[in-house]
């Protein structure tokens, strides 16, 4: 079981920034696949980013490269998206996920996390 707690949300302007957080708590087993999702109005769930904890192994999606960072503190147990250049079309609902195996090829498949947050609503303004 892992429990998974997203905070950071909020409305920007294009251009702006956010910094999501998501922390994961009592774990029985330490998750292989931690990330973000993000659902916005009439859209269906889509993968953001991905990382395997204790790895450099990341994936993103094409939308978001170059512009959000996913990163991780170990110590913390918690899980970040940095998003800059923020654009209108990043406005969704941003879910944390974590899944028991490492990242891989399919991470962008919502059916691949056993595990996720309640979310956090990101609205950005022109």
């Known amino acids: 079981q892992v429990q998974l707690v997203e905070s950071g949300g909020g409305s920007v302007h294009a251009g702006g920034s956010l910094r999501l957080s998501c922390a994961a708590s009592e774990y029985t087993y330490k998750p292989y696949c931690m990330g973000w999702f993000r659902q916005g109005p009439g859209k269906e769930r889509e993968g953001v980013a991905v990382?395997?904890?204790?790895?450099?192994?990341?994936y993103y999606a094409d939308s978001v490269k170059g512009r959000f960072t996913i990163s991780q503190d170990n110590a913390k147990k918690t899980l970040y998206l940095q998003m800059n250049s923020l654009k209108p079309e990043d406005t969704a609902m941003y879910y944390c996920a974590a899944d028991l195996l490492p990242c891989r090829g399919n991470w962008y498949l919502k059916s691949v996390y056993n595990y996720w947050g309640q979310g956090t609503q990101v609205t950005v303004t022109v």
């Open positions: 990382i395997t904890p204790g790895s450099a192994s990341t």
